[in-house]
């Protein structure tokens, strides 16, 4: 590395070296940026873990959120273009999924995390 190279002072060139190389690249930043605004709605993250316990239709989400159908499905087009949900047809009904197997992971060490923190916190 230069000296130049940072507008600030360098303390540890080896773990800013290694920093540097650990960062994705601005494009994979920008869509996980956007995975999470997206994951952020509190109304998209409740369908979402509602969606953990299997698949369901966009009536009985509604029932499930207490929201209207037409909300519910205004957010399900969210997710389902974020590709955090996917739909199948069976008849006049649609059937939403979290999309795969991802989804669910990211949700769950989410949750155990914040549950982790809460109890460190009550002590």
């Known amino acids: 590395m230069e000296k130049n190279q940072f507008p600030y002072e360098v303390y540890d060139e080896e773990k800013v070296a290694c920093a ?5 690249c ?3 930043i920008e869509s996980l940026s956007t995975f999470y605004k997206i994951m952020g709605d509190p ?3 409740m369908l979402l873990m509602a969606l953990e316990a299997g698949e369901l239709c966009a009536s009985d989400l509604a029932n ?5 159908r037409s909300a519910v499905s205004h957010q399900l087009k969210t997710l389902r273009q974020a590709k955090l949900v996917k739909s199948r047809r069976d008849g006049k009904i649609i059937f939403y999924e979290l999309d795969d197997e991802h989804i ?4 769950k060490v989410a949750l155990e995390h914040i549950k ?6 009550q002590s």
């Open 20 to 24: 540097l190389r650990h960062l994705p």
């Open 116 to 121: 982790e923190d809460r109890h460190d916190s």
């Open 64 to 68: 499930v959120t207490n929201m209207s």
């Open 43 to 45: 109304t998209r993250l």
């Open 104 to 107: 669910h992971s990211v949700l």
């Open 26 to 28: 601005e494009t994979h």
